[in-house]
């Protein structure tokens, strides 16, 4: 994975006019290193069976990043800056450590060359990356110019998606309304078909009211965004939480 040196020296360049410096900096350049330290577990099941193993840095889940980013957004909201940016961090640690290319097959293996070589790039950013190709590789100034990229986006979209108490408040009232409504509507015609068949009903009723229950609405996301809720990840076990 590459230093903490060039995680931090990626942050800092990308680190976009829009968003505060002070506590919220000094979070993110703390929790863009932490993941290397406290792990992330992610829960796998293999025939019924589930274990819980560190999550993987060079491929890490889709779903542990947009976690973290929605986590960072709730201490936003709360006015925690500096856990804002610990959360912002660490989503920020596996989209660089997911920049590196990994070749599993190679008995010596290559990433830590591409890894120190990023390191001696890194005091380069942000003018290295000026015409240079970018995507998720094996070559240190692409691999480099990738989490450079992304960082810088996910900055500008965190300092753009900002979401306050108030609208917060709303999303989750209406998460919860349209929960309500749903699961009105499967009784109402749970009690409309008994009436006809007695019994015929119960069992797409049950399947019907188990799955409104697991349902997470699109609103509930914004609602923790805006502080007004906090989601319990659907990946595992985070070592930073709400
Ligand atoms: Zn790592």
Not at 20 to 32: A, D, I, S, T, W
């Amino acid at each position: 994975m590459p230093s903490w040196r060039t995680h931090r020296a990626i942050v800092k360049a990308a680190w976009p006019p829009e968003l505060p410096r002070g506590e919220l900096l000094r979070g993110v350049l703390r929790g863009v290193v932490e993941p290397d330290i406290e792990a992330d577990l992610v829960t796998r099941c293999r025939k019924k069976r589930c274990r819980e193993a560190r999550a993987p840095h060079h491929d890490p889940p889709e779903a542990l990043v947009r976690w973290y980013y929605d986590l960072a957004h709730f201490f936003r909201a709360s006015g925690d800056m500096y856990s804002a940016g610990r959360a912002l961090g660490r989503a920020l640690h596996y989209l660089h450590d997911g920049a590196v290319k990994t070749k599993k097959w190679l008995l010596l293996n290559v990433h830590d060359d591409v890894e120190a070589q990023m390191d001696q790039l890194a005091s380069q950013l942000p003018h290295i990356c000026n015409g240079a190709k970018h995507r998720r590789s094996n070559n240190p100034v692409e691999a480099l110019c990738h989490a450079y990229a992304l960082t810088s986006a996910l900055l500008r979209q965190f300092a753009a998606d900002a979401i306050s108490p108030q609208v917060g408040a709303y999303y989750k009232a209406r998460g919860r309304r349209k929960k309500i409504y749903a699961t009105s509507a499967v009784v109402v015609a749970a009690v409309a078909t008994a009436v006809a068949m007695p019994y015929a009903a119960l069992v797409p009723a049950a399947v019907g009211l188990l799955a409104i229950s697991f349902w997470m609405p699109r609103d509930y996301v914004l609602a923790m965004r805006g502080g007004a809720m906090c989601l319990r990840p659907t990946w595992g076990r985070p070592a930073m939480t709400c």
